[in-house]
């Protein structure tokens, strides 16, 4: 890791009231001294000050903080700038700091000191990005659960676990049955069983906190001149989906994103489907297919006048995602007609029955995701490692006895598992047979 004095602008770009500029770096009191125009500064008060250029010019009035090494967010001494949020004025300063022999930082290069100074492992910067991309309330809470050391703490216990076991696998070959606890065995097999059980349960957690982080998606889908893109329209409060009496109209997946109870629901318009020789609509058709395939819920959507003779056949197409079947153009019929089993009538002519399929909308995605998620924030990294995890854990529960192969595949869990931390050594095998086993006699 370089140790050149690095900037960037930790703020929202554009115009604001106050924009925020961060300064990474060693021994960096004396540039605080120089900004402050003082001898002497207090760790973590604020300053106020007139910040100027290298001629001595007025930049901009501002609060400046100094964070001492290793007291802040990089381990490293930390300047931080709270100037006014004009793009003239962050510029200007940009160029003063750039004059000083500093440099802008590279994406994400303030965690990576974090994360190479201790202050932070990677499943903490893993939670930290997924805050930063948060838009819902459910998202921010599942995030800042991460960030703040919990999915840590849950890895950091698997693995020395792993290790520990790996190490009483190894001395059973090379120490005498009276040096071991008793049953030991017997006990490694059953602790390795129940962290295998407790991975497997995490990873089936993976579902909900895709969706939770990426969004829950739902797809509209039915034949043509249902009514889809107006229904679209209605639910996401914009004209977004072009809407025609012509058949096909829909050509492309048109998605938009919504907010339901803090979940956020990425909404997909799609090709209605139907045979045709049209090649640009046979693509949007083909599209429509993939989406189905990735949504977590699907409106089927129907009118009074194409409605199946059983719902259960036509919508045992879709797949395994749950389906809500809606009928558009209830205006069209009287209520009475209204008794199609198990079904949503709507009609986004008039507004009528959308609220209600709103409801059924949110009951589904409570009934799915409430109280399913892993206690983990699971990305597609980190499932892989804690895949590779599940897989070695379950080799040393069949290894039939053979302790050597049964500590190496608890040890290579153990190494899967401390990818995710981003701290692996060699040595700690070692150290866990020596110091945690207390077998040097």
Known sequence: MNNDTIFALSSGHGKS???VIRISGDNLIGIFHKFTGRKTATPRHAYFANLNDENGDLIDQCLLLFFNAPNSFTGTDVIEIQSHGAPAVINKIFDYLTNLGMRMATPGEFSRRAFYNNKMDLADVDGLASLLDAQTDVQR????KSMLGQDSKIYDTWRKQMLEISAFASAILDYAPDDLPANIGETITERTRNLWQEITTALNGYKTSRAIRGGINVALMGETNVGKSSIFNYLVGSNRAIVSDIAGTTRDVVSATMDIDGFMVNLSDTAGIRETDDEIENIGIERTK????SADIVLHVYTPQNLPQDIMISDSRIG????????????TISSDEQDYYNATYVSAKTGDGMPDLLDVLRAKIHEMFDNTESNLTINARTKSLLETAQKELYSALKSNGNYDIFAEH???AGDAIGKILGTITATEILDMTFGQLCLGK
Do not use: C, F, M, Y
């Not at 809470?141 to 800042?144: G, K, P, Q, T, Y």
């Not at 395994?320 to 205006?331: E, F, L, W």
């Open 17 to 19: 009231g106050v924009a």
């Open 410 to 412: 608890t040890r290579h």
């Open 320 to 331: 395994p995602n749950p389906v809500i079947t809606v009928v558009n153009k209830s205006d």
């Open 290 to 293: 993939s989406e189905i395939e």
């Open 141 to 144: 809470r599942h995030a800042l």
